[in-house]
Each structure stands twice: as structure tokens, then as C-alpha cells.
């Protein structure tokens, strides 16, 4: 989400004051996701709630396609951040469930290693597309990483079910 603002001073011409007030938003979203979704763990399985936020996600993309302005973009920020919100820390619970307890140590590392990778990579690889072809593409970038992130999960979710 640190191309947020760029994306809502470049494609929605904001200011630049205002576009970061906005995206700030995301982070607002994901704070009161997580608080929210501590309730949520009482009633739904670790995969339900992955799904869920990933619908939440899917739903906030496309309020950033949507033509009809700033409102559109700035409820698709929060969504993104409330779907954001389960899928960590949940996939991070259910390591011992799909690898083992014995394992689950060694894979949380690889894990949180990999989520810090990505931070330090997407946002500079979006740069590139950005800078080379268009920030509005910025949606559609967060559809193809969420495509990404739905079959690998299910693919995961169905290799160790069985």
C-alpha cells in the first residue's frame, strides 16, 4: 500500500496532502480488521476467516476500479486494509495444522522471512510498472497478487486436508 497515494494523486489528482490522509486509511482499515477479527477467531476456522478477508480484499479492488471517483477509491482502501487484516496472522496459526507441530517452527521463519521479502520487493517491482507503463495500474497489480494469494492458499489447503 505504499503506492496509495501516488496511485490517488496520479490517477484521481488529489493532492498529495490529501491523497496520503487517504491512504492512511489502508492502515486504519488493517488496525480495526485485526481488532475485529481477535472476536471473529471465536466462531470461524483459521481458512474461514483467510477467505473471508481475501473476499473483503476482492471487494476493496474492485471499489478501485470503479469509475465513480475518489469515494469509490478511498472505500476500496479500507476494504483492502480489512481484508488484509485475517490473512497473516491466520496463515501463521494454521503452520502447525498443515505441516506438523515439529515443523511448524522452522516454517513460521520461512514464513515471516518471506513476508518481509515481499515488502521489500512489491513495492519497488510496482514501481518499475509505474514508472514504465502506468500507476493506474495499481488495481489491477493487487487483483493479480490476490489471484496469486487464492490459489496458492487453496492449493495448500487441499495438499495437506487429504
Known amino acids: 500500500m505504499l503506492w496509495g497515494s501516488t496511485w490517488l494523486v496520479l490517477h ?3 493532492s498529495a496532502e490529501t491523497a ?8 486504519l482499515g488493517i488496525t480495526a480488521g485485526r481488532a475485529i477479527n481477535g472476536f471473529l477467531t471465536y466462531r470461524f476456522n483459521d ?3 483467510i477467505r473471508t478477508g481475501q473476499g473483503i480484499l476482492l471487494l476493496g479492488i474492485i471499489f478501485l476500479f470503479l ?3 475518489t469515494i469509490s477509491a478511498i472505500t476500496g482502501l479500507i476494504l483492502v486494509g480489512l481484508g488484509c487484516a485475517p490473512i497473516y496472522p491466520c496463515i501463521i496459526h494454521t503452520t502447525p495444522d498443515h505441516f506438523g507441530a ?16 515481499g515488502t521489500c520487493l512489491m513495492p519497488p517491482l ?14 489491477c497489480y493487487l487483483a493479480v497478487i490476490l489471484i496469486l494469494m487464492v490459489f496458492m492458499h487453496e492449493r495448500l489447503v487441499k495438499k495437506t486436508s487429504s
Open 67 to 69: 469509475p465513480v471517483g
Open 126 to 139: 510496482f514501481g518499475l510498472i509505474a514508472n514504465h507503463i502506468s500507476v493506474s495500474l495499481f488495481p
Open 20 to 27: 496520503a490522509r487517504y491512504a492512511s486509511l489502508f492502515f
Open 102 to 117: 515439529d515443523r511448524s517452527q522452522a516454517l513460521i521463519g520461512v514464513q515471516m522471512a518471506s513476508a518481509y521479502t
Open 12 to 14: 484521481h489528482g488529489l
Open 47 to 49: 481458512t474461514q476467516m
